[in-house]
T-cell receptor
Framework: GDSVTQMEGPVTLSEEAFLTINCTYT??????LFWYVQYPGEGLQLLLK?????DKGSNKGFEATYRKETTSFHLEKGSVQVSDSAVYFC??????????????FGGGTRVLVKP | ETGVTQSPTHLIKTRGQQVTLRCSSQ?????VSWYQQALGQGPQFIFQ???????GRGNFPPRFSGLQFPNYSSELNVNALELDDSALYLC???????????????FGAGSRLTVL
């Protein structure tokens, strides 16, 4: 079945540091890929997405490139802020009749940015 | 404001009881799905409803059931609660541009269920 593997946290950084969160996937079809962010006490918010190979999703200074050859979708940000402290989830969807538009999530990576 | 509202935000039940969680989304969002997020884990897909019918289900037992109403609001019902059902339950509505891969799930803030 489909699965997403992302690096375990917590990841602790200083403000203005470079952030990378690795994400790899396996999928039976041709997936769309997503990064969601969850701030403390809140639900999930879409951060960015990519729907085909070599697409780059970007938002709020975060970027991720859909790499079909390495089945990866690593998240990067060049200079993090304290407000980026959250849990980040990599996810994929391969729409099907059996599972609708089911999202398959990784386990999440907690990021803590210190001033 | 995400456009997806869930209630209640928190609740406590005891083992064996039944619970109903509710979700409402913006007009026109005719696809809704539910996810279970255990503490420290990623969300797990429970099921999806489209135009009041279930059209996708994850690996959850039949005691997890749902409803979608003509106004596209939705309920998640869990019978015979077990301790492991303690989790954050997330509702999401599907929005997008029509292309299946481009569709995006917008999540509510969730209902946190504690089973004692």
């Amino acid at each position: 079945g489909d699965s997403v593997t992302q690096m375990e946290g917590p990841v602790t950084l200083s403000e203005e540091a470079f952030l990378t969160i690795n994400c790899t996937y396996t999928a039976t079809g041709y997936p769309s890929l997503f990064w969601y962010v969850q701030y403390p006490g809140e639900g999930l918010q879409l951060l960015l997405k990519a729907t085909k190979a070599d697409d780059k999703g970007s938002n709020k200074g975060f970027e991720a490139t859909y790499r079909k050859e390495t089945t990866s979708f690593h998240l990067e940000k060049g200079s993090v802020q304290v407000s980026d402290s959250a849990v980040y989830f990599c996810a994929l969807t391969v729409p099907s009749k059996a599972a609708g538009n089911k999202l398959t999530f990784g386990g999440g990576t907690r990021v803590l940015v210190k001033p | 404001e995400t456009g997806v509202t869930q209630s209640p935000t928190h609740l406590i039940k005891t083992r064996g009881q039944q619970v109903t969680l509710r979700c409402s989304s913006q007009s026109g969002h005719n696809t809704v799905s539910w996810y279970q997020q255990a503490l420290g884990q990623g969300p797990q897909f429970i099921f999806q409803y489209y135009r009041e019918e279930e059209n996708g289900r994850g690996n959850f037992p039949p005691r997890f059931s749902g409803l979608q109403f003509p106004n596209y609001s939705s309920e998640l019902n869990v019978n015979a609660l077990e301790l492991d059902d303690s989790a954050l339950y997330l509702c999401a509505s599907l929005t997008g541009t029509g292309s299946p891969g481009a569709n995006v799930l917008t999540f509510g803030a969730g209902s946190r269920l504690t089973v004692l």
